[in-house]
Structures are given as C-alpha cells and as structure tokens.
C-alpha cells in the first residue's frame, strides 16, 4: 500500500499514469485502493514531489 502526503502532493497524475494496477485515482485528492495495490512501488519512484512513500507495515500485512 501507498501512503499519499496531500501536504505535498500537487495532484499532477503522474503516478497514475504509471500504476499497473490502476490503484490510484485523482478526484478530489489522490487516493490509493489498497485491494489494488500491489506495492510494486513504482508510483514512489516517479512522483516529481516525494508525496508517496510505501506503507511497510501494511505490505507486510498483506503478505503471507
């Protein structure tokens, strides 16, 4: 899962252009559908702003 910092976050849709899950969605605020997410990670890497960062506990959560 994603953790999204809507401090930061200027809304530019780069992320989700890259989300193979199509996890993220811009309406109001950006959001993450955490039963979509597949913590690949790649969002974080392309946001031009730092506002993503993976949330560790929760992928560990989710992991078996």
Known sequence: MVCVDLQIC???GACIA???ANAL???DRLTAD???CTDCGICV???PFGA???DI???AERRP
Request: include cysteine; aromatic fraction near 0%.
């Open 52 to 54: 993503l960062s993976p």
């Open 25 to 27: 969605c811009l309406a």
């Open 45 to 47: 890497r392309v946001c």
């Open 34 to 36: 955490a039963k979509r």
């Open 10 to 12: 200027d809304a530019c």
């Open 57 to 59: 506990d929760k992928a």
């Open 18 to 20: 890259v989300c193979p």
